[in-house]
Nanobody, 122 residues
Framework: QVQLVESGGGLVQAGDSLRLSCEAS????????MGWFRQAPGKDREFVSA????????NYADSVKGRFTISRDNAKNTVYLQMNSLKPEDTAVYYC???????????????WGQGTQVTVSS
């Protein structure tokens, strides 16, 4: 079992930046794919970004490419999402996700955090 705890959400203005963090429990963090998803009110949860156990492999949704950057620190069991040039349409609850060791993402997400709210005002 993997437990995930997100932090870093908040209320910002359009154009601002935020960095989300997600700390995972367990000793197998370095082999797991990690990712971020988001869910806006009235909409389905959608993929945002993922980083595989080999950090050189990173995926992004088209809507965030060039603005968001995902990274991981295996020594701290933590994955980050740096969000720049935020837009009102980025407003959502952001969820951290983890997959099984050596898996891929999106598609392999299995464990979820409780979510952190990001609100971008215009």
């Amino acid at each position: 079992q993997v437990q995930l705890v997100e932090s870093g959400g908040g209320l910002v203005q359009a154009g601002d930046s935020l960095r989300l963090s997600c700390e995972a429990s367990g000793s197998t963090f370095s082999t797991r794919p990690m990712g971020w998803f988001r869910q806006a009110p009235g909409k389905d949860r959608e993929f945002v970004s993922a980083i595989m156990w080999r950090s050189i492999i990173r995926n992004y949704a088209d809507s965030v490419k060039g603005r968001f950057t995902i990274s991981r620190d295996n020594a701290k069991n933590t994955v980050y999402l740096q969000m720049n040039s935020l837009k009102p349409e980025d407003t959502a609850v952001y969820y951290c996700a983890a997959g099984d060791s050596f898996g891929t993402m999106p598609g392999g997400q299995k464990y979820w955090g409780q979510g952190t709210q990001v609100t971008v005002s215009s």
